[in-house]
């Protein structure tokens, strides 16, 4: 069976945690080697890669691209709007078309039915870079940031803060598999989705709901953030002041445990999401988190490919 990289709840967790080990192990590995430099098994050796983006990125393009690279690979990108996909062309038959050129597809779309249908048609792996439902690449690089920093993911506390979207989401399909617990604070209104939730919950995982900033990361050992205003999210005004009292401050970071980490998928807005003070300071992880992007990749994309 093809093996696409949808959402997290989709892959057995034995795999999951091998992703994780591989992406340590290989970053360890080429630890003194420049960037540019291919991994001593060249492992996607004759691999191609296409990356079809329909929104921005910096990290998933440039960590997708690299972690082909490194695999010794080579990868394509290509604009959605570029493509005749932004002409009508369906998203069936640019799989069926794209799948005959390349080994395997990194999609970042607007809507995630998208990527669900380009992988029932594509006849070679699909990764979900991003939709408007799920993270799942930047919840892998999360979690070995996390364990790297020296966290035990099992019965860790896990705090997301601000709105229950896309990245959140994630994190909570990845719960019940690595065993942490995830207090969400939201606004009213900005909630995750609820099926995600029972999902997770019906899976053993542990997932609580608040509307308030201070009882979600209370006794916390990560705090989470992201930006309030998501890439295709139209009330931008609106989502500012509704959301602008879960900002994570100082004194929010003092209710979680001693010495908590700070998290942030970035892009950052200072000053919104979270105070400068935070993501610059001794606690924030987010530019380890970024670098693991590249490093959870390999694993994902050697995971895809079976390599
Ligand atoms: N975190 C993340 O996915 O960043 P980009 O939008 O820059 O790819
Ligand atoms: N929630 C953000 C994440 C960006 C990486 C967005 O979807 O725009």
Known sequence: MTRHFIDLWQTPSSDLRSILDEAKQRKALRRLLPKGA????????????AMIFEKNSTRTRLSFDMAMRQLGGGSIVLNAGDMQLGRGETVEDTARVVSRYVDAVMI???????VEAFAAASAVP???????RSHPCQILADLQTLEEAGLTLKGARIAWVGDGNNVAASFIHAAPRFGYSLALGCPSGYGPDGQDVERARSEGGRIDLFNDPLTAVRGADVVVADTFVSMGDSDADR???????????DDLMARAANGAYFLHCLPAHRGEE???SVIDGPQSLVFDEAENRLHAQKA????????
């Open 239 to 249: 989502r500012l002041a509704d959301l602008a009292a879960f900002r994570v401050t």
């Open 126 to 132: 699909v990764i979900n870079g991003l939709t408007d």
């Open 38 to 49: 291919v991994d001593a098994d060249s492992a996607l050796s004759g691999r191609s890669l």
């Open 300 to 307: 994902i994309l050697i995971w895809c490919l079976e390599a």
């Open 274 to 276: 979270v105070d400068a």
């Open 108 to 114: 970042r779309a607007r809507r995630h039915a998208d």
